[in-house]
């Protein structure tokens, strides 16, 4: 009996394995991951946050297949040793640009969408996450002035429930 288990189990794996008579095509990337391949290369970083301000090094690569920009911050924030990981792409599902954030600060994973803004050149993405408020929507904006130039602010609603900018990056490509 459980050899023919066993021979069942095979039957299926051949059948569901086997190429169907017409060949599929992976994906391919499309113009929303050309946007995001723009910011490849090495970025120095000014973040200003809480009236203070530090220096790091952003790293972007395109990752697997060209639909994944890859992510690596290092540097300080607050006097302290920072570093973070990002995954960035456009979801063809949903039709929204995709985050995912994950820092040595933070011991969650801030996950965001959202929109191109083509008239300002920028994502514009939310999401919700702890703070020390409690649970709160976070929204992030990417825009890119130049190809040598890319803002990033972070907000989330203040005390008074109104919008207030948490932290300012600017990056400045390396030559």
């Known amino acids: 009996m459980r050899l023919k288990g066993q021979m069942l189990l095979v039957c299926a794996l051949v059948i569901w394995l086997a190429p ?20 490849e290369g090495t970025w120095d970083a000014t973040i200003k946050s809480m009236g203070q301000e530090s220096k790091g090094t952003m790293t972007f690569r395109m ?9 690596r911050f290092e540097g300080e924030f607050g006097g302290q040793k920072f570093e973070g990981n990002g995954m960035d792409t456009y979801d063809p599902e949903k039709k929204k640009f995709v985050s995912a954030w994950a820092d040595s600060l933070a011991p ?3 996950v965001m969408e959202g929109d191109f803004d083509k008239a300002n050149n920028a994502t514009i993405l939310t999401g919700e996450g702890p703070s020390p408020a ?8 990417t825009k890119m002035p130049d190809r040598d130039t890319i803002e ?5 609603p203040g005390p008074d ?5 948490m932290i300012t990056i600017s990056y400045k490509r390396k030559k």
């Not at 095509?25 to 113009?31: L, Q």
Request: aromatic fraction near 10%.
């Open 20 to 39: 169907s008579g017409r060949s599929q095509e992976p994906p391919k990337p499309g113009a929303e991951h050309e946007l995001l391949k723009q910011r």
């Open 63 to 71: 990752g697997p297949g060209g639909f994944w920009l890859l992510s």
């Open 108 to 110: 969650f994973l801030l």
């Open 134 to 141: 409690g649970k709160v929507k976070y929204k992030a904006v």
């Open 152 to 156: 990033f602010t972070l907000s989330a």
């Open 161 to 165: 429930g109104k919008e207030a900018t």
